[in-house]
């Protein structure tokens, strides 16, 4: 069963940036796309990007277009965020998951991935 450990938040300035990363532990990504959420105090996880299994096709929720790019390395088993121009607004707890249910659900669904990593926080300061 594929476990999945998210890093490199941190507090940064209003303006800076953060790369986040979802690392598999005990499994692979194989085959796997891979999802980026965000939950800030108070209100429901919400979808921010993904990427297919093989890195060709990224979705993004349209408040981090142009601002965020998420890209994968299959042989590190690695799933990246990379957080630019970040605004108070994106302070939140960062998750990554696997879209197992992607036949059934929407990729911006949270009900279309499964094995939630437990979760990196960025805060951003203004």
């Known amino acids: 069963q594929v476990q999945l450990v998210e890093s490199g938040g941190g507090l940064v300035q209003a303006g800076g940036s953060l790369r986040l990363s979802c690392a598999a532990s005990?499994?692979?990504?194989?085959?796997?796309?891979t999802g980026w959420f965000r939950q800030a105090p108070g209100k429901d996880r919400e979808f921010v990007a993904h990427?297919?299994?093989?890195?060709?096709?990224?979705y993004y929720e349209d408040s981090v277009k142009g601002r965020f790019t998420i890209s994968r390395d299959n042989v590190k088993n690695t799933v990246y965020l990379q957080m630019n121009s970040l605004k108070p607004e994106d302070t939140a707890v960062y998750f990554c998951?696997?879209?197992?249910?992607?036949?059934?659900?929407?990729?911006?669904?949270?009900?279309?991935?499964?094995?939630w990593g437990q979760g990196t926080q960025v805060t951003v300061s203004s």
């Open positions: 990427i297919s299994w093989t890195g060709v096709n990224t």
């Open positions: 998951a696997a879209l197992v249910r992607g036949r059934i659900y929407a990729t911006y669904d949270i009900r279309a991935y499964d094995y």
């Open positions: 005990g499994g692979t990504f194989a085959g796997y796309g």
